[in-house]
């Protein structure tokens, strides 16, 4: 679980009553986990914006909520203050952010995007292309946007449905469909024009 410091819990206090919010916390998350462009991130959580299966921790003058999903890639990890002449910086680091870790349990998105950075977008980097996660809603439907050599591309269709749509359905079985939402209108960068 992250771990975060008493210089940095000082700074949360003072930042947080900085916010004329009752109740008023943090949240901490990470965007992508477990791949190469996983993101750590703390935010401030006012009165029911913190989601039903978020961890909480109770500190000295204010709650932290813990993204459920992003618990394992928070392991290890430390959100800390160091003073400077500048006033200081409150830094966050997860070690095990981008780290896949893949379980027959993680949700869905988990799984999506390990199949995406790991088995994927090496083939579609041979293009210049690339393709990622935006949602998935409905019934187990992942939205996806590519870019690169692959937004605007004359075969991304083939890419779609050949490839990407087949790979995920196959390691995923209970992901029920696949949609590309990029604009592919524009094509500077199109590897097939």
């Known amino acids: 679980m ?9 700074y949360l206090v003072e930042l947080l009553l900085k916010q004329d919010c009752e109740d008023i916390a943090v949240r901490i998350f990470i965007l992508d986990a477990g791949t190469p462009s996983a993101e750590t991130c703390i935010s401030f959580c006012r009165p029911g914006e913190e989601k039903e299966d978020d961890e ?12 459920q999903n992003s618990i394992p890639f928070l392991e290890d990890g430390v959100v800390d203050f160091a003073k400077d002449s500048m006033g200081g910086q409150l830094t966050i680091k997860a070690p095990n952010s981008r780290l896949p870790k893949i379980t027959e349990d993680s949700p869905i998105e988990d799984l999506v995007n390990y199949v995406l950075y790991n088995e994927v977008n090496p083939g579609l980097a041979v293009h210049g292309g690339h393709v990622t996660l935006e949602e998935i ?3 187990n439907v992942a939205v996806l946007r590519f870019g690169g050599g692959c937004q605007g591309c004359g075969m991304v269709d083939v890419t779609l449905k050949g490839g990407v749509e087949k790979t995920l359905l196959t390691q995923i079985p209970q992901l029920k469909e696949v949609r590309d939402i990029t604009d592919h209108s524009f094509t500077e960068n199109a590897y097939y024009q």
Request: hydrophobic share 40%; glycine share 4%; aromatic share 16%.
């Open 2 to 10: 992250v771990t975060i410091t008493e210089s940095a819990q000082e």
């Open 56 to 67: 909480v921790k109770q500190y000295e003058g204010f709650k932290a909520f813990i993204d």
């Open 137 to 139: 809603f409905e019934e």
